[in-house]
């Protein structure tokens, strides 16, 4: 049985329709690559780089998701990335609060021992001095925690990007982003001047570089 022939009504709706998703597929893709490169800046920054960047990851998140809302049935941003981003936000925060925490207990101790030694004349402040080696332990460990985080984070909007360029057919090369780290896979980095790009891998099977 043959399929029943369209207008030219019907196919302009669904030419528009097209459209309308490929539009809006596009804003997806840009929004996704001022993100990536913001988050990996951010990482970039924590492990001790001079880096450039104005944009705030987490308010262009925000932003994408406001956008997301709005677009109801073309939306193209993941159900998960809300409770994904929130939990992450959430663990740096956390993180954050404990490094402070830590360095306020080890602070505390010090003065209390110099105090001490200054009422005894006992050099109790030395065991202060002892715990200073937990400082550099306590910036190692958060640090390396949250690049893990900001590594998770950027590694699930490449995904997210990739996803959008193969669904809708747009072109990789057209959503080339910065980025400051070259860990990351599904991508194809290049040197551009002195800079670092990439560009999301879609075939099946490949790996960075």
């Known amino acids: 049985m043959t399929e029943p022939v369209r207008d030219s009504v019907e196919a302009a709706l669904d030419l528009d329709e097209k459209e309308i998703y490929s539009h809006i597929a596009h804003e997806s893709a840009e929004d996704i690559i ?3 490169s913001s988050l990996d800046a951010e990482r970039a920054r924590l492990r001790g780089a001079v880096v450039y960047y104005r944009d705030d990851w987490d308010d262009l998140i925000r932003e994408r998701l406001a956008k997301g809302k709005r677009h109801t049935a073309f939306d193209f941003y993941n159900p998960a990335l809300l409770d994904i981003w929130e939990e992450k936000v959430r663990e740096i925060k956390k993180l954050r609060l404990r490094e402070k925490l830590g360095y306020a207990v080890l602070g505390g101790v010090l003065i209390i021992t110099v105090a001490v030694s200054v009422v005894t004349g006992d050099p109790y402040f030395l065991l202060g001095l002892s715990l200073l080696p ?3 332990m306590i910036r190692d460990g958060t640090e390396s925690r949250l690049d893990l ?3 998770e984070l950027t590694q699930f909007f490449i995904d997210e990007l990739r996803e959008l360029v193969r669904n ?3 072109r990789p090369e057209r959503y080339r982003f910065k980025i400051f780290s070259g860990d990351y896979f599904g991508v194809k980095t ?3 001047g002195t800079g670092l790009f990439a560009v ?3 075939g099946e ?3 960075n570089h």
């Open 168 to 170: 809708h057919g747009l």
């Open 190 to 192: 290049m040197k551009l």
């Open 34 to 36: 001022r993100i990536i």
């Open 134 to 136: 937990l400082v550099l």
């Open 205 to 207: 099977g490949e790996g």
């Open 200 to 202: 999301v891998r879609t």
């Open 149 to 151: 985080i900001y590594y």
